[in-house]
Each structure stands twice: as structure tokens, then as C-alpha cells.
């Protein structure tokens, strides 16, 4: 039991942990305003003169070549959330309500996948899309993205407490079929858990530099993550990139919250629907 004394303690834990996680983003907000004399003599988190001249010379390096990996970065993350979410819900539907020998076999092994680092499987991966002619091309990014045992995870453990049984049960005996019974009932009362998978995976894929990194040789294709690393490799020689790079991250990060922000709504639906039903 917590006595007076001590129950600051877990406010004060959360608060670190917060200015842990908050002091670096806005390092990067403050830094991205400095131009390249401001960035390197000084070190404070004041605001600088430059974030309009960074921001033009970001958008003019090589013809705009960054605005091309953000939108490789968005057609990555996009497409591979998108079909990785409705595998997620299809096959997370299948395990939870049907059953089938094997089911629990295959599951042990889909929480095996969740527990293993992705670093052990790009170099398996690169060597499978080199011997299928697909290296260095968007398909060798876009189709390891697609399967994620974490979405499957989830979307089988939403769909076993979202969906009643008695209600799959009804849909059957009024004579629903099975696609039409996951279109139609199963899928509506799982697109909260479907958003949380497809959050999940477009942040996955959009801050993943270790597979794309591996994958692609052309720079052109490079994701936002990769095509950065680059521009600072390349600031050791040219340290006037270095305020590229960061004006570059900041703006990286901009998409992420913009669909954090208008997707929430889906979960703030669930949390209402629950509380009515109960």
C-alpha cells in the first residue's frame, strides 16, 4: 500500500520518461531552424534564422531527390501496411474461429516469428529476392513487409474477444456464407484492431532501414531512412549536408503524426462502443 510520501514516485518515473523521450524530438525541432554556422558553434535549444533556407536547399539537392524517398518511404509503408493489415485480419479470423488440426501448432509458431529479431531474417530474405530476380527493385522491400506475425498475433486475439460467437453462429444459420460472414459481420466489428495493425506496421516499415538498406542499390528507390543515411555519409566531406539531414528527419516525421492523428478516432469509436455494451 502506497502511503503519502511515496505516491509521487510513479508521476515522477513517468515525467523522466517523457522528457527522455521528448528532449531528443525537440532537439531535432530546434536544430532544423539553425543554419550551418548556428548548428555547430552553438548548442542550445533556442530556435535558429535558417529552417526556410534549409528547407529550400533540402527540396533543390539533385532535382528534389528527397521528396522522391519520402514518397517511396509512403508507397512502402502504405501499400505494405495496407495488405499486410488485411492478411493480419483474414488469417487472425481463421485462427480464432475456426478449428482445424494443427490450429494451435500453427499459432505456437506464428509467436515464434514475434519473437525473432528482424535483423536475423534480411540477409534469408535478400538472398530469396536475389535468386527470384527481384533485388534492388520496390518488390524486394514491399513483399517481406506484407507478412507480419505481430498483426496476426493481434488481429487473432481482437477478433476471439470482439467477435461473439453466437453472432458467426446466427450469421450461419441465416444462411451467410463464409466470405460474406467475415465481409460482412466479422470485418466491421474488427476494423479498430485492423487500424491498430496497420498503424503498427506503416511505423515498422517507415523507420525500417536495415532490409531496404540491404535490398536496394539504387538510390532512387531508397526509402526516406536510407536515403538520409546516405546524405550523412556524405557529411564528413560536406558537413553543410548535416543540416539537411536533420531538417530532412524532421519532416520524416510529420506523416507519422499526421496518421497517428487521423486515425485515432477509430479507437475513440471502440472505447464508446464498449462502454455502451457494458
Known amino acids: 500500500m502506497r502511503t503519502k510520501s511515496t505516491r509521487w514516485i510513479p508521476t515522477l518515473i513517468l515525467l523522466l520518461g517523457a522528457v527522455y523521450c521528448l528532449v531528443p524530438i525537440i532537439w531535432v525541432v530546434m536544430a532544423s531552424t539553425k543554419n550551418g554556422q548556428e548548428l555547430f558553434t552553438t548548442f542550445t535549444f533556442a530556435p535558429g534564422s535558417g529552417f526556410l533556407d534549409n528547407l529550400s536547399e533540402l527540396s533543390a539537392y539533385r532535382d528534389g531527390v528527397y521528396w522522391r524517398w519520402m514518397l517511396n518511404s509512403a508507397l512502402y509503408a502504405g501499400f505494405g501496411a495496407l495488405l499486410s493489415a488485411a492478411l493480419s485480419g483474414v488469417t487472425g479470423y481463421a485462427l480464432a474461429k475456426y478449428r482445424f488440426r494443427g490450429r494451435n501448432a500453427l499459432f505456437s509458431i506464428l509467436l515464434a516469428g514475434v519473437l525473432m529479431p528482424p535483423i536475423t531474417l534480411a540477409i534469408p530474405q535478400y538472398l530469396l529476392m536475389a535468386e527470384a530476380g527481384l533485388a534492388d527493385s520496390y518488390w524486394s522491400v514491399l513483399l517481406p513487409s506484407i507478412l507480419s506475425p505481430y498483426g496476426i498475433y493481434l488481429a ?106 487521423g486515425l485515432q478516432r477509430y479507437w475513440r469509436i471502440d472505447l464508446l462502443s464498449g462502454a455502451v455494451k457494458s
Open 156 to 261: 487473432r486475439i481482437y477478433a476471439a474477444a470482439a467477435i461473439p460467437d453466437e453472432v458467426v453462429e446466427a450469421a450461419r444459420v441465416d444462411g451467410a456464407r463464409e466470405f460474406r460472414l467475415f465481409r460482412s459481420v466479422a470485418l466491421p466489428m474488427m476494423v479498430p484492431g485492423l487500424v491498430t495493425v496497420f498503424l503498427f506496421q506503416f511505423v515498422a516499415i517507415w523507420n525500417n532501414f536495415l532490409l531496404p538498406y540491404i535490398m536496394l542499390g539504387d538510390d532512387s528507390k531508397f526509402p526516406v531512412t536510407v536515403g538520409l543515411y546516405s546524405l550523412l555519409q556524405q557529411g564528413a566531406n560536406a558537413p553543410a549536408l548535416y543540416t539537411l539531414v536533420i531538417t530532412g528527419a524532421l519532416l520524416s516525421i510529420v506523416p507519422l503524426i499526421a496518421l497517428f492523428l
